[in-house]
């Protein structure tokens, strides 16, 4: 099951599991652009109220659901003037994903065997005033996946985390965007994952780096603001 299968990673992701000989269920809220006998397209907005009651049912008619990868995601620009995107962003980047474990994980469980892989970004590590939302919806997905991963490994369910930099889909809105892949070699990623199943792959790694330093350099500029307004207070 790929969530988030219409356009991006995702796509370029199903295209690929497809020629592997997969069978493929898609979600995402557009028609489905793949044609093959292999896979399925569903309909869905992952922050409707009927989300989990349809994932429910699709895992119901499936079976089994031996892979999930999340691939579901938006990231909107900060306008002050207009506040309403903010929640929307969380919905979608980190309950819709909270949702689909509720609803997949708890089949992988009853099967005692499954693979879960959400796609988050290393803007989990950045304070941005540019997207205060998308970092945080990140930061909170990154969490909730590594803690998951621990939490269902006994139960023989696997729980992997993507951080990746750039990538060349319509979601890259950064008028700078060093070191960015493209959605096939995203896709390879995900695919190798699959093999060793990690708690946490960061791609490329030089840029993990590089963003972990950004990082901490949005920390400095958080206790300095404390300092100073501790000052003026
Ligand atoms: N591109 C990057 O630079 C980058 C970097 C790091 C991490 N990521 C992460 O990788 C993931 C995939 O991103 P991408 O670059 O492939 O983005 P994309 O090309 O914009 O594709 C996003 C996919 O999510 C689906 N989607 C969005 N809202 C949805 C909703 N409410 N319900 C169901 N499906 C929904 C879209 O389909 P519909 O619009 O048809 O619903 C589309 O298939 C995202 O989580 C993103 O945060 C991307």
Not at 75 to 88: H, I, K, N, S, V
Not at 151 to 162: E, W
Request: proline share 3%; glycine share 12%.
């Amino acid at each position: 099951m790929i969530v988030g299968t219409s356009d991006g990673i995702g796509l370029a992701l199903t295209r690929r599991l497809l020629a592997d000989g997969w069978r493929v269920v898609g979600v995402s809220r557009s028609p489905g652009r793949i044609e093959h006998a292999g896979y399925q397209h569903v309909q869905c907005d992952v922050a409707s109220d009927g989300y989990v009651d349809r994932l429910t049912g699709i895992c119901a008619d499936l079976g089994v659901v031996d892979l999930c990868v999340y691939c579901a995601g938006i990231g909107e620009g900060f306008d002050p003037e207009d506040l309403t995107a903010e929640g929307r962003v969380f919905a979608v980047n980190l309950a819709g994903a909270v949702s689909t474990v509720q609803v997949v994980g708890a089949s992988m469980v009853a099967q005692g065997v499954g693979h879960f892989v959400g796609l988050s970004s290393m803007a989990d590590r950045l304070v941005s005033g540019a997207s205060p939302s998308y970092s945080a919806s990140k930061a909170g997905l990154s969490s909730y996946l590594r803690s998951l991963a621990f939490a269902l490994r006994p139960a023989g369910v696997y729980v992997t985390n993507i951080r990746f930099g750039f990538v060349d889909t319509k979601m890259a809105k950064s008028p700078i965007k060093p070191m960015m892949i493209s959605a096939d070699q995203a896709a390879g990623v995900v695919l190798r994952c699959l093999k060793r199943r990690p708690i946490q792959v960061s791609y490329p790694k030089r840029m993990a780096w590089l963003v972990a330093m950004f990082g901490w350099l949005g920390t400095l500029r958080v206790l300095f603001g404390r300092v100073s307004f501790g000052r003026a207070s």
